[in-house]
T-cell receptor
Framework: TQLLEQSPQFLSIQEGENLTVYCNSS?????LQWYRQEPGEGPVLLVT?????EVKKLKRLTFQFGDARKDSSLHITAAQPGDTGLYLC?????????FGTGTSLTVIP | DAGVIQSPRHEVTEMGQEVTLRCKPI?????LFWYRQTMMRGLELLIY????????DSGMPEDRFSAKMPNASFSTLKIQPSEPRDSAVYFC?????????????????FGPGTRLTVL
């Protein structure tokens, strides 16, 4: 059973388009992180959110933590080929830490 | 600065053989994590250490899996005996741990992974 479900699972878009990736759970998390992973490498942290309703921006990426701390979204504006990769959300609750199912993004030049 | 170092990068072995994966965390980091990644199950936390002490090993799939951290600069994940279903990419990650109990708030720095194939 996956605690963190991400959608969509796969996404292929043209350069310049906008997109949103979702991370949903029925569980409450004390903090939630987003990572990006490229082929043959380990995940790299993009952001950590801890407060319900929190919004963080990282250049063209906007991250939001749901008010109830059960879900999160990642919005990318004007996607570029360099944004291609596997996007993973990860939630923490006490001693437990779970990664989401992942969204594989391909940005076509 | 050197990141997390894992060895070997690739391992191919036969069912029943013992496999040992190695990890050198970033110097000064207090927490170390072992993960397994497969297409079917995604990225799973197997075990993590704080100050060389195992804190939670509930993610270790079976008794065939064991992990040790004899000192702050070295950890091993051992599978004995190995089975084909153990085939996966195994990641090691480390993070600087602040005082308190919020272990997973800090950034985890991942190694490049070990791709294990058990025939």
């Amino acid at each position: 059973t996956q605690l963190l479900e991400q959608s969509p699972q796969f996404l292929s878009i043209q350069e310049g388009e906008n997109l949103t990736v979702y991370c949903n759970s029925s569980s409450v998390f004390s903090s939630l992180q987003w990572y990006r992973q490229e082929p043959g490498e380990g995940p790299v942290l993009l952001v950590t959110v801890v407060t319900g309703g929190e919004v963080k921006k990282l250049k063209r990426l906007t991250f939001q933590f749901g008010d109830a701390r059960k879900d999160s979204s990642l919005h990318i504006t004007a996607a570029q080929p360099g944004d291609t990769g596997l996007y993973l959300c990860a939630g923490a609750n006490g001693n437990q830490f779970y990664f989401g199912t992942g969204t594989s993004l391909t940005v076509i030049p | 600065d050197a990141g997390v170092i894992q060895s070997p990068r690739h391992e191919v072995t036969e069912m029943g053989q013992e496999v040992t994966l190695r990890c050198k965390p970033i110097s000064g980091h207090n927490s170390l994590f072992w993960y397994r990644q497969t297409m079917m199950r995604g990225l799973e936390l197997l075990i993590y250490f704080n100050n060389n002490v195992p804190i939670d090993d509930s993610g270790m799939p079976e008794d065939r899996f064991s992990a040790k951290m004899p000192n702050a600069s070295f950890s091993t994940l051992k599978i004995q005996p190995s089975e084909p279903r153990d085939s996966a990419v195994y990641f090691c990650a480390s993070s600087p741990r602040t005082s308190g109990t919020v272990t997973f708030y800090n950034e985890q720095f991942f190694g490049p992974g070990t791709r294990l194939t058990v025939l």
